[in-house]
């Protein structure tokens, strides 16, 4: 047990008071943090519906979520977050469940 020496393992108490992170309570808090002004960062899987494609793993260091615009919906756009990118100020857009960490953290999809 040298590892856990160096960096002690939490206890089962604690692990259960952690709790596990969901895709939907992470998204939940980033659009809590943006409206707040607070930038987020996270990661997902790329996929292009219309290609049917990935190109891998996107990190996006600094972001804030976008509110959705009620009078223009889109296809499949309960499944899609907007934000922007601030390293870019590039409007971008991602599907939530392809959603892998928020803040350094790892999600669960459920």
Same mark, same amino acid.
């Given at each position: 047990?040298f590892?856990?020496?160096?960096?002690p393992l #939490?206890? *089962?108490?604690?692990?259960?008071?952690?709790?596990?992170?969901?895709?939907?309570k992470?998204?939940? =808090?980033?659009?809590?943090l943006?409206?707040?002004?607070?930038?987020?960062?996270?990661?997902?899987?790329?996929?292009?519906?219309?290609?049917?494609?990935?190109?891998? $793993?996107? =990190?996006?260091?600094?972001?804030?979520?976008?509110?959705?615009a $009620?009078?223009? #919906?889109?296809?499949?756009?309960?499944?899609?977050?907007?934000?922007t990118?601030?390293?870019?100020?590039?409007?971008?857009?991602?599907?939530? *469940?392809?959603?892998?960490?928020?803040?350094?953290?790892?999600?669960k999809?459920?």
């Amino acid at each position: 047990m040298f590892f856990s020496v160096l960096f002690p393992l #939490p206890s *089962p108490c604690e692990l259960s008071r952690m709790g596990e992170l969901t895709v939907y309570k992470a998204v939940a =808090e980033m659009r809590r943090l943006s409206a707040s002004g607070e930038e987020v960062s996270f990661s997902f899987t790329s996929y292009s519906e219309s290609k049917q494609e990935t190109h891998g $793993i996107v =990190e996006v260091r600094r972001a804030r979520l976008r509110v959705r615009a $009620i009078d223009h #919906p889109v296809e499949n756009g309960d499944l899609l977050e907007l934000y922007t990118d601030l390293d870019t100020l590039e409007q971008r857009r991602f599907y939530i *469940p392809t959603l892998m960490t928020f803040n350094g953290k790892l999600l669960k999809l459920q």
